[in-house]
């Protein structure tokens, strides 16, 4: 296959409007897969409880289950290659998987990078959605040729002329280049076909330039290792073939190499602007770095532009109920991160909840998977504390970079310093039924939202939708922002969200004293605007969750030396046997058993006795 006779696209789509159904239904239409039922990938996807719970379904969660059961009979990913004859002629076309969640924003830009084209996939009752719009926008910037298709055109509740004049004002595209579909039954799909073959280019490729390879994804299988997915970009890459890695510069041998069809399928060799897969003896998913340029050993070619390594946006510490079983933990966080390559991972100990790891995720959807996949695999509840962002500490000499509360300095330190704080700021995007609108305009302004600013994107009639566009602080949507614009739209509300640098920022760290002593565990960072509110109600749900003792325990919030909230706990008596009659001597002795078994598990704050169930009361319920 010439170049010329080569297409490279992927699909992007909001959630739910059918892309998988779209992919599936190309590759029975091109003789890829046997026709199967609608649906036939539900099953594995309802596996995910997280998926349920939060009502995200998506590639970006598929990305999760295949490398979590990669030698299982699991969905494969959906980058594949298809043969189709056009017009007697035959060309080869290639979907590229992109991931569909906010979180994988970096890989959505480096699987685009694979292909000169994208059928942007809206749902024609839904109409655009937040996502549909952020895509776009990368698939833009990227230089790719679009093509507008409309799902679902059997709805009942479809309205294929509002939706278009939606894309129109919106995408400005003209009319007349949409594609109306029906991914379930199968009506529209030659056209769309036709669509890529007409309309987008092929691959500005050469074959006898020296190999040039995109690394765009990776998955894991446990008797192979590391199955990468490559674009060619130039060259020709052949099994056997010695190649480098630009990032890391480490040297491999191509062990196998061949086209996803949409198995793998091995054909020895991959032309300049093909797609396809490549094993080559990388041990661990860390090895594939996303974005990477591979080229042959001893002809060293110029890096594809705009690599830069996946950055953590979300920390959080976690920690094993039982301090005895914290390398068991360790381990099966190692397990799991062979198969996540995005993860970052270094041991932490606390004074509170003992030796555990503080891991650094893409974003929170990232982290929630990963915790439930922790939970199954070590097969026991956790203690993650509360989420944190990367902040920066700014000193006139040198900015550091704080992702961990224990790190971050007192405010004793900023004056003497001088220093001052900065945090990571994004700019999000919620599309909203007009009347919603005033309750999304409260919700961001109760997260510190600036530069807030709507406008229609329908014309007329009460269900016109609104976009919503403003600055806000990640740590603000980090933990139940989503959820909340969710229940105060009914449902309705599309959210999406990009990196918009970061801002100076009024913030501190609140320490949460029990009987006098900081608890490391506990320490947030909160901005001023909150501190009284934070430190009322945390320090009200320590009082509720935390065991009396012997003595009277003040519980208290502070800002360096100053105390914002204080409860006390009352003193519980001393014999725990005082209630008991005398002569009950074996049920007398059974207390003193509990009570010194209880000990043992106890955490020693000062001298106030917390067991470790109380950390897990008191951070599973932010
Ligand atoms: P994620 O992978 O979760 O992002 O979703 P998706 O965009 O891949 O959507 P998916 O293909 O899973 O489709 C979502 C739902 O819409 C499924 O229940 C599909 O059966 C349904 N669906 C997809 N296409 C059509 C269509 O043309 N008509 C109708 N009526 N339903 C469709």
């Not at 190649?243 to 054909?267: L, Q, R, W």
Request: proline share 4%; charged share 25%.
């Amino acid at each position: 296959y010439p170049c010329d006779r080569i297409r490279n696209f992927s699909i992007i789509a909001h959630i739910d409007h059918g892309k998988s159904t779209l992919a599936d239904r190309l590759l029975e239409v091109t003789g890829t897969i046997q026709v199967r039922g609608a649906g036939a990938n539900q099953q594995v996807l309802d596996k995910l409880k997280v998926e349920r719970e939060r009502g995200i379904t998506g590639q970006s969660l598929l990305h999760f289950l295949e490398q979590a059961q990669a030698d299982e009979t699991s969905v494969k990913a959906q980058t594949a290659t298809m043969f189709h004859t056009l017009k007697n002629k035959s060309y080869l076309l290639n979907l590229i998987d992109t991931p569909g969640h906010v979180d994988f924003a970096w890989e959505v830009s480096r699987s685009m990078a694979a292909c000169q084209g994208a059928l942007l996939l809206v749902d024609a009752s839904q109409g655009v959605q937040a996502q549909s719009l952020s895509v776009f926008h990368v698939a833009k910037e990227r230089g790719l040729h679009i093509i507008p298709v409309l799902n679902k055109i059997d709805l009942p509740a479809a309205d294929p002329e509002r939706v278009i004049a939606q894309m129109q004002s919106m995408f400005h595209i003209d009319p007349a280049q949409v594609i109306s579909i029906s991914a379930k039954s199968g009506h529209g799909i030659d056209n769309v076909l036709e669509a890529i073959i007409d309309r987008i280019p092929p691959p500005p490729a050469s074959r006898d330039a020296p190999l040039k390879a995109l690394l765009f994804d990776s998955t894991y299988d446990r008797y192979r290792g590391v199955i990468s997915l490559v674009s060619v970009q130039d060259g020709i890459l052949r099994k056997n073939d010695k190649i480098v890695s630009c990032y890391s510069n480490k040297k491999y041998d191509v062990i196998d190499v061949g086209i996803m069809h949409p198995e793998e399928e091995a054909t020895g060799v991959l032309y300049a602007g093909q797609v396809g897969y490549i094993a080559c003896n990388m041990k661990q998913s860390s090895e594939a770095h996303i974005g990477d340029t591979l080229h042959r050993v001893g002809e060293p070619v110029a890096a594809l532009a705009g690599f830069s390594p996946m950055k953590a946006m979300v920390f959080a510490g976690v920690f094993p109920l039982d301090n005895k079983d914290f390398l068991k933990l360790e381990e099966s966080i190692k397990r799991l991160t062979l198969t996540d390559r995005s993860v970052t991972i270094q041991r932490e100990s606390s004074t509170a909840l003992g030796q555990g790891c503080r891991l650094g995720f893409l974003g929170t959807l990232h982290l929630d998977v990963f915790r439930q996949r922790l939970e199954d695999e070590y097969e026991a509840n956790i203690i993650v504390t509360a989420p944190t962002v990367p902040y920066r500490i700014v000193y006139k000499d040198k900015t550091i970079a704080v992702s961990n509360p224990t790190d971050f300095p007192d405010p004793s330190d900023y004056g003497v310093r001088g220093c001052h704080v900065e945090e990571p700021i994004v700019r999000a995007t919620i599309i909203v039924p007009q009347k919603y609108l005033g309750e999304m305009m409260e919700l961001c302004s109760e997260h510190r939202a600036e530069d807030i600013d709507h406008h229609h994107i329908d014309a007329s009639d009460t269900s016109a939708r609104v976009i919503l566009t403003c600055h806000i602080p990640l740590a603000e949507i980090v933990s139940d922002f989503f959820e909340k614009l969710k229940s105060r739209s009914s449902g309705f509300a599309s959210f999406d969200y990009e990196e918009a640098g970061y801002k100076q920022s009024d913030l501190s760290k609140m320490t949460f004293l029990l009987n006098h002593q900081p608890v490391d565990a506990l320490a947030v960072i909160v901005h001023r605007s909150a501190l009284d509110r934070t430190a009322r109600t945390w320090v009200a749900k320590l009082k509720k969750v935390i065991p009396r003792q012997q003595f009277e325990v003040p519980i208290q919030a502070a800002v360096g030396r100053k105390v914002l909230a204080r409860e006390t706990l009352s003193a519980y008596r001393k014999d725990v046997t005082a209630g008991l009659y005398g002569g009950h001597y074996e049920r007398k002795m059974k207390h003193l058993e509990n009570q010194k078994e209880g000990k043992k598990k106890m955490k020693k704050i000062g001298k106030v006795d917390l067991p470790q169930e109380a950390f897990f009361d008191i951070l599973g319920s932010t």
